[in-house]
Nanobody, 127 residues
Framework: QVQLVESGGGLVQAGGSLRLSCAAS????????MGWFRQAPGKEREFAAA????????YYVDSLKGRFTISRDNAKNTVYLQMNRLKPEDTAVYYC????????????????????WGQGTQVTVSS
């Protein structure tokens, strides 16, 4: 049974930083392309960032480019989301997700591309 467990969320002031972690267990982590999604209060869940199985390719929603960085450490079975210069509009529950699609280099942007989801971690940015 594969599990994804997020951590690192919390309350931070605008302009601050947080690093989210998502640890995977149960299967070979390098078999998964990974993504981060987020759901703000009263809104639908949306794509935030993705990284390929190899880690060589990444993709971000436009609003996060230059502020957020997704990375992975396959030896630690963990994907990270470094969030800098946080804004109140970044307040959301952040979910990591794993895709079993076979490509080593593709990144996946849609929820239906992902097979496994974590429980989410709350990020609150105060103004």
């Amino acid at each position: 049974q594969v599990q994804l467990v997020e951590s690192g969320g919390g309350l931070v002031q605008a302009g601050g930083s947080l690093r989210l972690s998502c640890a995977a267990s149960g299967r070979t982590f390098s078999n998964f392309a990974m993504g981060w999604f987020r759901q703000a209060p009263g809104k639908e869940r949306e794509f935030a960032a993705a990284i390929s199985r190899s880690g060589g390719n990444t993709y971000y929603v436009d609003s996060l480019k230059g502020r957020f960085t997704i990375s992975r450490d396959n030896a630690k079975n963990t994907v990270y989301l470094q969030m800098n210069r946080l804004k109140p509009e970044d307040t959301a529950v952040y979910y990591c997700a794993a895709s079993l699609r076979s490509s080593l280099s593709y990144v996946y942007l849609r929820e239906y591309d992902y097979d496994l989801w974590g429980q989410g971690t709350q990020v609150t940015v105060s103004s």
